[in-house]
């Protein structure tokens, strides 16, 4: 059955991907001059901020499923709480910075329609979307592993040391 939390779970998988691979393009871009590679990574801004704001929009409905599975397992979800309160935090603040950073995207598609063959926008600028683009990136990573933590608990164990041979 596809209810909200199963919504949650897949529109949330683009911005980790659309941000990440913009910031590796648009790094690449300001190191090589390649127009094509900022373009491609603006445009990825763009739909990044898409995904982080559906993602965001079925956090309530994947919070209200998840509260539904913690009234039949209490003891599996004693802390979920807790860990849905910081993931929301996280993840509105995610989505506010993956929004501006696609709509810095989108300036510079316009900035840049003309331009076919070089960047003709000022590199302050540029950098400046790609510090966003950076931004954005860690903190949609950051939501989902906080996310991650509420129902996979095993990536909260320590890991123990090889025992030797």
Do not use: C, Y
């Amino acid at each position: 059955m596809w209810n909200d939390a199963r919504w949650h779970l897949i529109w949330i998988h683009l911005p980790i991907a659309a941000t990440t691979i913009a910031s590796m393009f648009l790094l690449a871009a300001e190191l090589t001059r390649k127009h094509w590679l900022a373009r491609s990574g603006w445009t990825l801004l763009a739909l990044g901020a898409l995904g982080a704001w559906f993602a965001a929009s079925s956090g309530h409905g994947a919070e209200d499923v998840l509260g539904a599975a913690a009234a039949a397992n209490e003891a599996a979800f004693s802390d979920a709480p807790t860990r849905v309160h910081d993931h929301e935090e996280r993840g509105d603040l995610a989505k506010w910075v993956a929004v501006a950073a696609g709509a810095a995207g989108l300036l510079m598609l316009t900035l840049e329609r003309r331009s076919t063959e070089s960047l003709k926008t000022p590199r302050w600028l540029r950098v400046g979307v790609w510090l966003l683009a950076a931004a954005a990136t860690g903190l949609v990573i950051s939501a989902a592993s906080l996310g991650g933590e509420i129902r996979h608990t095993e990536i909260l164990a320590q890991e123990k040391p090889a025992a030797p041979r």
